[in-house]
């Protein structure tokens, strides 16, 4: 086990019927700026909802923050709260629009131009943020990253705040999600797993443990969904899977990735692509590249998670990738580029950012252009 | 899945030296008292490790917390803190001197008796407080629950304040642990996992999954620390599985029992019977007496954590529950009354005391007076 040091300050509230809860959760007498996405919450309800708890606040709207938030989109939110003066923020959406209100959070109380923060990587003078999640798929809404895009410059950069005061899970705001950003979804939240446990074997039982207890449920629960997506039982496990995911909690003491994440954000940032659809072609391919350093870990999976447990180990390891592929598939998710019409162009120009940057990802620094480019090569 | 709210605010310094890293965490010219049990931190070095972190601060020692701290020796505690105006607190032990310095923490700010607080069941205003834990047992470095005992009259009562602002878990510390606190302590944890875990089916699949994670790392791990208690990833691996086992992560919008424990306190509080043993004890009788209700999740325990597949329901419920008695056999702990030569006169004053108490504990309220001799009568 790898030393560690951990806390999660999120206040996670969750259930049926817990927006109403905001006006509890929020200080009397703040002013909230609520950040919103598309529009989607005002056919379901959740806009209502959020309005109603919020009633004896002074409010101030700010409608748009797109997927992979923009920062030309959230330069407009940070001049709209510094001329209002709001003092506390409420993200009402999915990742995207909780990753845009982290850096909102930190623009507000920063005199220059706010792509520095992200450039900088991070920043810890903010002003409070809460959420109330629409998508489950990026665990924003537990943890203080977020994810930045530059449309100008086709870039996409983490970057890291505070984690939310407190955030609110309503499974039934779920219920009206298009298939599509549920598969979506699904698929980052497996991702999101596999880059803290795909790994290294004999760190930490527990973890190890817990990451297959995801990856196991996510299993499970997928073509359930897929058939009835307004179930509230699974719906919620859904949401826990996805918020578990990415809080922290899986990750004591173990050896990261995140490599697939770093290839998957250059291809959304070159295509357009939604982020968990990205994951879910490159994955399999990092799994066949790095099959001989993953190759216990990988054993491990097909064991615990796929009960892959007769043929060489070879076979079993090419089963395992393939039932990860397979699982994708389910999700209704295309795992290969040319399906969306991604080839050698993107390819080639993630090949080239990557030796420019001189980036070597993956917990032994295997991941550089070249190696990025044979996993994109392999799943083609 | 039951709505829930959940937050855990420690911050968990994990790994090898990391007692070193206590003047980083307490800031600077606070006022220390350090709270320590009986003295083996002088034996093994943690508390050579402790006053070389604090050599900055003024520090005031507190010796002599008991296993199942007494409010006797508390209020002296807390007498000494208020004459020198301590105003931050290091609890250096395991889980008894953690829960006795959590109500130190509020008795410190409390003008009355200390024992008024503990029949309060809780309090707000406290003393910032961090740990060093050197007994994996209780989870009490973890969570916000204390218990607290009265010798005079033989009581023990849980006992709710804040959270540790941290806590550091160096593993090479339990190295010097007693065989018999290592046993009682797998066996807390143990039980700890169950009381979370054997209530109904179907409330959250990550939380089974979670629950199930750590038992089946205790069921993995305990033979070979048997062999082994100085192999640092074993440890390491068992302190996660006690601090994870109850610090809220495993309780997430499912429902909990604990009738075992509250039997298992009045045992401790009449006999002074280590409090793990009494668990080891009780836990094969509850079982036992509510394998109906507790049917589904039995069988479930049965199948994922033993391997128990084939038999028909009763045979498959009857073997998980000779395995988890076995299991605390394994560990070196007796499991019936009678081999600590308890019998008839504790069974029944805790009978006695449920009665009076009109208690009725467990997921269906089925624990009463009747029902807990019932249990007792059954592992006597």
Redo the contacts between chains.
Sequence with gaps: ??????????????????IARLSEEIPAGKKVMITFGGGSVKKNGVYDQVKAALKDYQTVEFWGIEPNPAIETLRKAIALGKEENVDFLLAVGGGSVIDGTKLISAGLLYEGDAWELVQKGSATHTVPLATVLTLPATGSEMNNGAVISCRETQEKYPFYAHFPV?SILD?EVTFSLPPYQIACGMADTFVHVMEQYLTKT?E???????A???L??LV??APQIHENKND??LM??FM??AT?GLNG?IA??VTEDWSTHMIGHEITALTGLTHGHTLAIVLPGTMWVLREPKKSKLLQLGARVFGITSGTEEERIEKTIQRTEAFFRSLGLTTRLHEENIGTTVIEEIEKRFNERQVHFGEDGLVDGKTAKEILERVR
């Design positions: 086990m790898n030393n560690f040091s951990f806390q999660n300050l999120t206040r996670l509230i969750m259930g049926k019927g817990t407190f499974p004999g930490s039982r527990v973890m190890d443990r817990w297959e207890g995801i196991q449920t499970e629960i509230y039982q919620a496990d826990m899977c578990m909690f004591l003491g």
